[in-house]
């Protein structure tokens, strides 16, 4: 395919080099630690403009100017959100007047201004919106995404693309993350090293307050600021409205309502901003961590292209890279291991002990928390029954009544079973060792 | 109701709500108090070769709203900027870059105010001659290469007006930068791990708590399932102490044996004869015995700061930080321990006990912190303080005083060709960096080699600007192996000064270490990569927040990034302080 974009100025791809001074000293001149086969030049320069790249999410202004700015010519940017006014202290690609508009168009046109010559091309809408067939297309993903889900879909996308017979059908994805003064960034070659659910407990989920503390012994802000949310919205005004946690009027309702009952228990701290905090499940998010993360994230594809330098990431080797700033300055690169029993790229089960007087309905709810499951939805059957579908409502309605038994009048003690959700095209597989 | 004590950072309900949306995600971190601080701050950048890691770090410190920058850079814009810097446009070929990047920065935020001077920095700062040219700048970015007595000169005047000076380099797949700290740099709020244990005195309860636990556990036999599985752990631990010191001759559990032991005690006092099979509070008090059972001894930074001259003499002129600190240290003494913090975990408890709980820790808290304030306004008497120390400051150094931290600066020492680098008291540590093959020292020492380099190499005939190594094909390969003599020079230098011997084939293996970091760094010919000026950029852009807010704690004092192996290190460099 030819890429009209490297003729802007109207010169050919190769020609005009004078702006890529000090790229192509790199891509010139061998070092010490490249490899002996590398060749210097010009199919360094051609891997990068041929690489068709994806970045999605959060940290997609800063990956797009990093990777243009890197010598990549075809990047593609999915995002589904519009600019709010609390990215712009960070989201440095959009101005007031933006505020409403869909983020990737606004990114990719502003990207394409400032640096001549690379082509972007935007898609406003969900990663779940595209199919295999979409991001068969790309040589590499590197994503930003601000949900632990959209991360595993991604994932699971990828690592189920893979055909052994061709090499082409492996996609790097490279993975960022931030919170704060802290951030991470990994890479995964699918099937070959460990992917994001063989990592999912680096994402631990916050233990959830019991309901009977927010129905009944409130004692910290964000207790009463969870009944509000939970309970009060469900019996007050469910039946006529749907909570849109960026209705301004809806989290001031939920703010009076946590204030009030706050004050009957005399428990002090509520504030709107606490209350946006708790309802949104907010995390903290600054320019300077945004910038290395989304740097580590696209100096890493840069490396895997052009093999100026070893990336992160090859088997046997460092793939993950843990950032904190709060403290000093502190990074820990390591090896993630790939797991044998990861529901995504292992081929084993893997071992959930359980409680074999543990009712069906408490197991699915622990499957939500527990840091190596985290299913909110999840249907489960075994080899040979149904224990439990979420849906269509006449399986529903047909397991219900298993959710009250115990698990050992359900299976038996080691049994294998499957579980799926809507939120992930895979089929988990655990074996339920009982509790001695 | 009685007013509650304000947190260490307050948090912000102010005037500008438009403000307060926009940097919502900030506010979270470092709060009104933190953001005010920002917004009186001036950077100055004193940018260089290709200037892409000071540009990217002002990015970085302009979204978030700090108050004014100014850029000092005489460049003009060339066609190999365009490939690095973001904040240009290609029409700017042959414009002052000071000027087109400080315009294309300022459109980034309407709050924040920039400015540009294109003056070579030789001149700026010769320019006046009774007042410093550097004078209006709170905090000062300088990116190498810079000619070393000018470095030099900036140096000196940060270390006079207690300035704070980050000192930059960025090329290929490297970085390094330095902080130039004030001698004296204390932090109340650190902003400690929130998973930090809180100062509870299980040990050492005072006559309002233990009359609670009286009060509280006295009917625990005759309580109600309901009661019983909801009596705070706090209180729990506390009977139960009591219990023990019966049988203990009124000693608490002191070692690992007996809090196991202990343990058991308050194992046996939970029921299990209920449908649970146990209680969630006796839980937790079992799982808090061996963490929350401890003396509460200050840490070692907390004594650095009792023990400081500063904390010791003060004088009329004392900063407000030193003045609380000598305060709390008269508390310590007095009481053998801290000031209260008066914050207590959550914990299985009824609604209303829990706030009783709570209430006590406060009181005691604000009593605490009445004490100090005494103290603090008697001292200030003495040594005829002028400013009042406002009671705020006082009680959240009071909060916080188990975690504060005090930052001792060292000088920047810059590398001048042939001399000789003075590693001082930090030689030792230095040179067992040198062995150790994790750390990330050898890219330090390649970039001082970088610098004499630079320092003895001129860009044209005019002696004008600095030639980097590596800036021309031909000699790629000649500049590396000089700059690696430079470098084994001033690595044999270090090793004399620690006044030690490294072995082969320790040495050997040194010497080749700093050699590949070198010839990476030559193959970029003083060239910065994008994604190595951005990380840069944001690492030091945290820094200069961490030092204006003075929340978090920043580095100490020389932070080294290694593109290949995607890490860091953090060295503790600098000068001795010449007396
Ligand atoms: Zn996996």
Redesign the pocket.
């Known amino acids: 395919m030819d890429m009209d974009g490297a003729s802007v100025n109207g010169s050919p791809a190769g020609m005009d080099r004078k702006r890529w001074t000090y790229l192509d000293r790199i891509l010139n001149r061998p070092g010490p630690f490249t490899d002996e086969e590398w060749v210097p030049g010009e199919p360094n320069i051609e891997s990068l403009e041929r690489m068709k790249i994806l970045g999605a999410g959060g940290l997609g202004c800063e990956i797009l100017k990093n990777l243009a700015l890197s010598g990549f010519k075809d990047i593609h940017v999915i995002d589904m959100d519009t600019i709010d006014v609390s990215n712009l202290n960070r989201q440095f690609l959009f101005r007031q007047a933006d505020v409403g508009r869909p983020k990737a168009e606004v990114a990719a046109q502003f990207v394409e201004k400032r640096v001549r010559g690379v082509k972007i091309t935007p898609f406003c809408g969900k990663i779940q919106d595209k199919d295999e067939d979409y991001y068969m297309q790309f040589g590499m993903v590197i994503c930003g995404l601000d949900s632990i889900e959209a991360r595993r879909w991604i994932n699971a996308t990828l690592?189920g693309m893979v055909d052994n017979d061709d090499a082409d059908t492996l996609k790097p994805l490279i993975d960022g993350g931030t919170e704060g003064f802290k951030g991470q960034a990994r890479v995964i070659l699918p099937t070959m090293t460990?992917?994001?659910?063989?990592q999912l407990d680096m994402h631990a989920p916050r233990a959830a307050v019991p309901l009977c503390t927010l129905a009944t012994i409130p004692r910290q802000p964000q207790h009463c600021i969870e009944w509000a949310h939970i309970i009060a919205w469900e019996e007050e005004r469910k039946g006529n409205d749907t909570l849109d946690t960026d209705d301004p009027e809806h989290i001031t309702w939920l703010y009076q309502k946590a204030l009030a009952r706050a004050n009957e228990f005399n428990i002090p701290g509520v504030t709107y901003s606490m209350t946006q905090g708790v309802v949104k499940n907010i995390i903290p998010a600054i320019a300077s961590t945004n910038a290395i993360v989304a740097a580590a994230c696209c100096n890493e594809a840069f490396k895997i292209v052009t093999s100026t330098n070893p990336p992160l990431g090859f088997p046997g080797t460092n793939n993950y890279m843990m950032y904190t700033g709060d403290d000093s300055v502190y990074t820990y690169t390591f090896e993630h291991s790939?797991?044998d029993d990861?529901p995504?790229?292992?081929n084993l089960a893997k071992n959930l002990e359980v409680d074999p007087n543990t009712t069906l309905e408490d197991f699915i709810a622990s499957l939500a928390e527990k840091p190596e499951a985290q299913l909110k939805k999840p249907t489960l059957r075994t080899e040979e029954k149904s224990l439990y579908y979420q849906s269509p409502p006449s399986l529903e309605e047909q397991t219900r009544p298993n959710l009250k038994k115990k698990l050992s009048e359900l299976v038996s003690d080691g049994e294998q079973i499957a579980v799926s959700d809507p939120a992930f095209q895979i089929t988990f597989k655990f074996k339920l060792v009982f509790k001695k | 109701m009685e007013e509650p004590l304000t947190e260490t950072t307050p948090p912000i309900l102010q005037d500008d709500e438009k403000k307060r949306k926009k940097y919502d995600r900030q506010l979270r971190l470092w709060a009104a108090s933190g953001q005010q601080a920002l917004e009186e701050a001036h950077v100055l950048l004193i940018n260089s070769g290709p200037g892409v890691v000071g540009v990217e770090t002002l990015k970085n410190l302009v979204l978030p709203g700090i108050g004014q920058f100014t850029i000092l850079d005489s460049a003009e814009v060339t066609e190999a900027d365009l490939g690095v810097n973001f904040f240009l446009e290609p029409d700017d070929v042959g414009k002052f870059r000071a000027e087109r990047t400080c315009a294309l920065l300022e459109e980034l935020n309407p709050d924040v105010q920039g400015h540009y001077n294109t003056e070579p920095v030789e001149y700026f700062l010769t320019q006046s001659s009774d007042t410093h040219s550097l004078r209006p700048f709170t905090h000062i970015l300088v990116t190498a290469p810079i000619v070393p007595e000018l470095l030099a000169d900036i140096l000196t005047h940060c270390r006079a007006t207690s300035k704070p000076l980050f000192y930059i380099h960025c090329v290929g797949f490297y970085s390094v930068f330095s902080v130039q700290l004030p001698s004296a740099f204390p932090i109340v709020d650190t902003h400690p791990d929130p998973t930090a244990t809180t100062d509870l005195r299980l040990l050492t309860p005072w006559p309002a708590l233990s009359a609670l636990v009286e009060e509280k556990t006295r009917d625990l036999d005759s309580m109600n399932a309901h009661e019983h599985g909801h009596v705070p752990y706090v209180l729990i631990i506390l009977h139960f102490l009591e219990v023990w010191k019966q049988t203990h001759d009124g000693q608490v559990p002191s070692n690992y044996r007996e809090k196991s032991d202990f343990k058991e005690l308050v194992r046996k006092g939970m029921r299990i004869n209920n449908p649970e099979g146990g209680e969630e509070n006796f839980e937790e008090a079992i799982a808090a015995v061996l963490k929350s059972l401890n003396p509460s001894t200050p840490s070692s930074a907390v004594k650095e700061v009792f023990d400081a001259e500063e904390c010791k003499n003060l004088t009329h002129d004392s900063p407000h930080f030193w003045v609380i600190a000598h305060a709390v240290s008269d508390f310590y003494k007095a009481h053998n321990a801290l000031p209260l913090p008066g914050s207590i975990p959550d914990m299985k408890a009824q609604s209303a006990d829990y706030i009783q709980l709570q209430n006590v820790y406060k009181t005691k808290a604000r009593e605490d912190v009445a004490e100090v304030t005494l103290t603090v306004r008697e001292l200030a008497k003495q040594h005829g303080h002028l400013a009042q120390v406002d009671e705020k400051e006082i009680e959240a150094f009071c909060k916080n005083a188990a975690h504060i931290k005090l930052v001792r600066g060292r000088p920047i020492n810059p590398a001048f060709p042939g001399q000789k680098l003075k590693w001082g008291q930090r030689a030792k540590a230095a040179v067992s960096a040198l062995t150790n093959p994790d750390s990330l020292i050898l890219i330090h020492i390649a970039f001082l080699a970088f610098d004499e380099f630079c320092a003895s190499h001129d860009a044209d005939a005019l002696a004008s600007a600095p030639r980097a190594p590596g800036s021309q094909d031909s000699e790629v390969e000649f500049d590396a192996e000089k700059m690696t003599g430079i470098a084994n020079t001033i690595i044999d230098n270090l090793i004399n000064e620690a006044g030690t011997r490294i072995e082969e084939p320790d040495y050997s293996d040194i010497g080749a270490r700093v050699a590949n970091y070198v010839q990476d760094i030559v193959r970029a010919g003083g060239g910065e990569l994008h994604n190595i000026a951005a990380l840069t950029g944001g690492m030091v852009a945290q820094e200069v927040i961490k030092v204006v807010t003075k929340q978090y704690v920043p580095v100490d004092n020389t932070c080294v990034f290694d593109g290949v192996g995607s890490r860091t290190e953090v060295l503790r460099l600098g000068a001795d302080v010449s007396v």
């Open positions: 690592v460990s992917c994001i659910e063989c790939k797991k990861c995504v790229c292992g």
